[in-house]
């Protein structure tokens, strides 16, 4: 069930862009009346279109139409004001544990409809740290992307990861670039965004393995 709880934390997007983009946040906060008391806070100067709850309830905090202030300083395939370009959901979730399936499930329904009104591509759905390498980690390790994948609700991979022996890291800049990470960021910053992502499991340094990245997000 969605539920209306208006911010007033937002306004007309700029350069007449609309949402080609949705982005994924966790609250990083105690519960999810705190998190939307501080997404409704003119003092905060934060928002988001959308907030889940940990019980699956929807709250619609900035209409579709306007500009949500979630995004922040960073850029997605070349492109900044990301906040012009997307539709921000926020997960009740503090980042260290897995995401519920209620809460799971409503995203996904969420999802459907707000990539089916403005023709958003499954590559179209990305995380904060996506967009802000370095800056921002959510929705973090524990963010369940192959089975948005699996839906068509989120970008996937191709084919089973490769061995990981060593890999140029030029190659690597120019995978990650061609999938949406332009960001001017050093190396390591880089490949910790791209494995947040896409693998999180995985340590050391740079390997064939994260070259799968031009599989990713339908490229």
């Known amino acids: 069930m969605l539920h209306q709880y208006p911010s007033p934390n937002h306004g007309p997007r700029r350069d007449g ?10 609250t990083a906060m105690q519960s999810v009346e705190a998190a939307r008391d501080r997404l409704c806070d003119p003092g905060a100067e934060v928002s988001a ?5 940990r019980q699956g309830a929807v709250l619609q905090l900035v209409c579709e139409e306007q500009r949500a202030w979630h995004a922040g300083q960073g850029e997605w395939a070349g492109q ?17 544990h897995p995401f519920s399936e209620p809460q799971m499930t409503a995203l996904e329904d969420l999802l459907r409809d707000v990539m089916a009104r403005w023709s958003i591509a499954a590559a179209g759905v990305i995380g904060h740290s996506d967009l802000a390498p370095g800056r921002k980690s959510d929705p973090g390790p524990h963010f369940d992307w ?27 800049r120019a995978a990650a670039r061609s999938i949406g990470y332009t960001a001017e960021v050093p190396l390591d910053i880089l490949l910790a965004s791209t494995r947040l992502r896409f693998a999180p499991w995985r340590r050391g340094p740079l390997c064939a393995a994260d070259m799968r990245l031009h599989h990713d997000l339908g490229c």
Not at 80 to 96: A, F, K, P
């Open 146 to 172: 192959p089975r948005l994948a699996r839906q068509g609700l989120a970008g996937h991979a191709d084919g089973p990861a490769p061995k990981c022996h060593e890999a140029a890291p030029a190659a690597f």
């Open 17 to 26: 862009l609309l949402p080609s983009l949705v982005v994924i946040h966790y």
């Open 80 to 96: 900044g004001d990301v906040n012009s370009r997307s539709i921000g959901i926020e997960l009740d979730n503090g980042g260290n």
């Open 49 to 53: 279109h959308y907030l889940i709850s």
